[in-house]
């Protein structure tokens, strides 16, 4: 890292540090009403966080994966909703940047997103096809210059908040399930139907409720490259880092918990070893575990970048799906173990132990593209691609 | 070796619609082939023409088309002219 980029990843930390104080002290409420946190997304946007990855010559400040990801772990060491609103956000934008920063509409969206913090939701599950993201039901419509759309969308976190929404649907009518595009429509170009309510275990706060989605938009707003290449070279990798980015944020969150916790009790009784103690050291290797798999993903997808070919390789995608499935699994063992060493006082809410909302948050990782959906893809590839064993790359 | 390899893409590509109104340039996720399907013809690719398809190749580019999978296919089993 040069000094400029040193200076900046330090100037975004910051940034990110201010958030979450905000986004920490309203953490509690934003979980227990199930409420947008809306405070510390206006955080995000006086900061200017939510245009960081728009190039800089759009107005942005051309942030990388690992700046972000840095951001989403502050965040999700604060309120995991807030972390989870701001990776989904990033994760859409980073469709935009990758495959629509030559599309004249787009580069224009891009600016407008730097500039105006626009907040970019994102719908690509549907009813009946589940989390099945490559394969839709819905199909565009496009008429001249004007393309429509109506999808039954299940879930869209923070649907109603978005300044836009990006939906995924079947190139034409006569398309094959998995022959998708992707499309912006700005808030104002559709409408949003309520059909299920988020009242759920955990990121309760990302409001992720279900909409019946109708759009009608100007055909240029459909991303120029098929959804499948935006999915395999992008889409897969940005989500799975970000996302394991926000959940490592939680579960470190849950450790430092449990450190003050053994702290604590060692200033007590000084000379003693407290009993939580060996745990809190285990618990600390697996935490390195998690911190591991998101920085070797990281440099992988640095690595292979500007590599079309690479990116869309089984070797890559096996490698980032297990980046997924481990951190999703690894950080309710983590917590777990936090638990055990805090006891009541982690069980308790409103304790500076308390770790009910952690775990709460925490199980969603399975379920967020479910991990058994994910292991079934990279089981199919490894029918024939080959397991990774060295330690160079 | 293309004919072969059309015989192959129907029984397992599990395609919409039939090869015979493929192009060897059609785009095959276009026409409907999932990644599960792909690989199923990997695999009876690999059988029938005892080859094994190293991981430069296992990327969706090499399997885009007909003639992309022939050019594969080719080049494993050391066939110059096809490969070309
Ligand atoms: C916090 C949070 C926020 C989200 N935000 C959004 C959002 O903004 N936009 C959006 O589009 N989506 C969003 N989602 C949805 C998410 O990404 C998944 O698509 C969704 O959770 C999957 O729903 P499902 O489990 O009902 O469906 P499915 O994927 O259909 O899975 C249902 C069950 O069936 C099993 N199953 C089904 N098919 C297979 C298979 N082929 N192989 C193995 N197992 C299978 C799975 O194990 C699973 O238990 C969000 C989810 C969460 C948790």
Redesign the pocket.
Known sequence: MNEISEIKAMDLVERARRVAKIAASHADDVDARGRFPEEAIAAMKAERLLGVQVPADLGGEGATTAEIAEICSILGQSCAAAA?TFS?HQIKVSSVVSHGADAPWHQAFLKRIAGEQLLL?????EAGI???MRNSICAIEVDGDTCRLEKD?T???YGEEADAILVTSRSHADAAPSDQVMTVFLKGQYTLEKTHDWDTLG?RG?C?DGFLFKGEAPAEQILPKPFAEIAAQSMLANAHILWSAVWFGIAADAVNRAQSFVKAAARRTPGTTPPGALRLAEVSGLLQLVKSNVMTALGQFEAARDDETKLSSMAFAVAINNVKISSSELILTIINHCMMICGIMGYKNGTPFSLGRHLRDAH?AQ????N??IL?NSSTMLLVQRQDTSLLR | MNATIRELLAEHGSLPVSVETLANDADLYEAGLSSFASVQVMLALEEHFDIEFPDTMLNRKSFATIAAITACVATLCGDQEAAQ
């Open positions: 989870m989904m939701g994102s719908a690509t599950t589940g989390g099945n969308a879930v869209i976190s990121m990302t992720s969603s379920l967020m593209i479910s058994d959906r079934a």
